[in-house]
């Protein structure tokens, strides 16, 4: 069974800085691509950032780009989002999730957790 399990959410001021951590089990991590996404209120679950398997390459929504870094730990099963100046518009439920294959698109991930809420106050 597969479980992907997101920590490290919670409240911080504007300009402040988070880092998300999403443990995996009961897949072949190596094997897979992962990716963090967040879902505002009343708006569509969007992509974040994703890292290759190997951990090697790195690819950014824009309106992170320069913020956010995403890594990887194969030994421990693990990928990290640091997120730094964060902004109120950062404020969302972020969410990790696994692919099989090399996508940014949300559809082709198939492994999801269950989410961690993030709050950036002005």
């Known amino acids: 069974q597969v479980q992907l399990v997101e920590s490290g959410g919670g409240l911080v001021q504007a300009g402040g800085s988070l880092r998300l951590s999403c443990a995996a089990s009961?897949?072949?991590?190596?094997?897979?691509?992962m990716g963090w996404f967040r879902q505002a209120p009343g708006k569509e679950r969007e992509y974040v950032a994703a890292i290759t398997r190997s951990g090697v390459s790195a690819f950014y929504a824009d309106s992170v780009k320069g913020r956010f870094t995403i890594s990887r730990d194969n030994a421990k099963n693990t990928v990290l989002l640091q997120m730094n100046s964060l902004k109120p518009e950062d404020t969302a439920v972020y969410y990790c999730a696994a692919t099989q294959s090399l996508s940014l698109r949300l559809e082709n991930y198939g492994y999801w957790g269950q989410g961690t809420q993030v709050t950036v106050s002005s």
């Open positions: 009961g897949l072949t991590f190596g094997s897979y691509t």
